[in-house]
């Protein structure tokens, strides 16, 4: 069956950096565009990155431009997303989804 | 601030029909299909429908969903205790090149 499975999700300290992954099984992954979404503690969805099935374009949120990064292995069916200079607003639970399917998330914590 | 407007809040009683309405604009419910997400307490999100009203397999027809213009609802009848989460309406927008979200709406089966 399809599964999407966050991880490297923690507790990092502000202005410090994490890279999570997600991995694809059960589907197709190269032929999906792949995004990731945020969910802050007692919030709604917020939609952070996304990546074109061959990786040819990436887009991010504005509240993340310029730290995060998402990218993609298809010989991997591995989803990233590499994030810098970390901020408390960031603390969520990560999501990967495409447009049929979500993992169970990671939890990122930025705290001192 | 959500950029697609949802009800924060809705309820009904078992058996009972209720709906969930999405206003967006032009640049994404406008032009591009509407999901809609279930998100039982303490799980992650699960779609619920796609291409504004397609159900994926295993999702009861009990739900439905329809759009018309920059606006969107998600209707469940034969309402079941099992049906209390929150659910969120998403579409891509093409002036954000990507997806956004509802604010999410809580429904309670009284």
């Known amino acids: 069956q399809v599964q999407l499975v966050e991880s490297g999700g923690g507790v990092v300290q502000p202005g410090g950096s994490l890279r999570l992954s997600c991995a694809a099984s059960g589907f197709t992954f190269s032929y999906y565009g792949m995004h990731w979404v945020r969910q802050a503690p007692g919030k709604g969805l917020e939609w952070v990155a996304f990546?074109?099935?061959?990786?040819?374009?990436?887009y991010h949120s504005d509240s993340v431009k310029g730290r995060f990064s998402i990218s993609r292995d298809n010989s991997k069916n591995t989803l990233s997303l590499q994030m810098n200079s970390l901020r408390a607003e960031d603390t969520a639970i990560y999501y990967c989804?495409?447009?049929?399917?979500w993992g169970q998330g990671t939890l990122v914590t930025v705290s001192s | 601030q959500s950029v697609l407007t949802q009800p924060p809040s809705a309820s009904g009683t078992p058996g009972q029909r209720v709906t969930i309405s999405c206003s967006g604009s032009?640049?994404?419910?406008?032009?591009?299909?509407v999901y809609w997400h279930q998100q039982l307490p303490g799980t992650a999100p699960k779609l619920l429908i796609h291409?504004?009203?397609q159900r994926p397999s295993g999702v009861p027809d009990r739900f439905s969903g329809s759009k018309s213009g920059t606006s969107a609802s998600l209707a469940i009848s034969g309402l079941l205790s099992e049906d209390e989460a929150d659910y969120y309406c998403?579409?891509?927008?093409?002036?954000?090149?990507?997806?956004?979200f509802g604010g999410g709406t809580k429904l309670t089966v009284l």
């Open positions: 989804a495409n447009s049929d399917y």
């Open positions: 990546i074109r099935f061959d990786g040819s374009n990436k």
């Open positions: 998403a579409a891509w927008d093409d002036s954000l090149n990507g997806w956004v």
């Open positions: 032009s640049s994404n419910i406008g032009r591009n299909t």
């Open positions: 291409s504004n009203n």
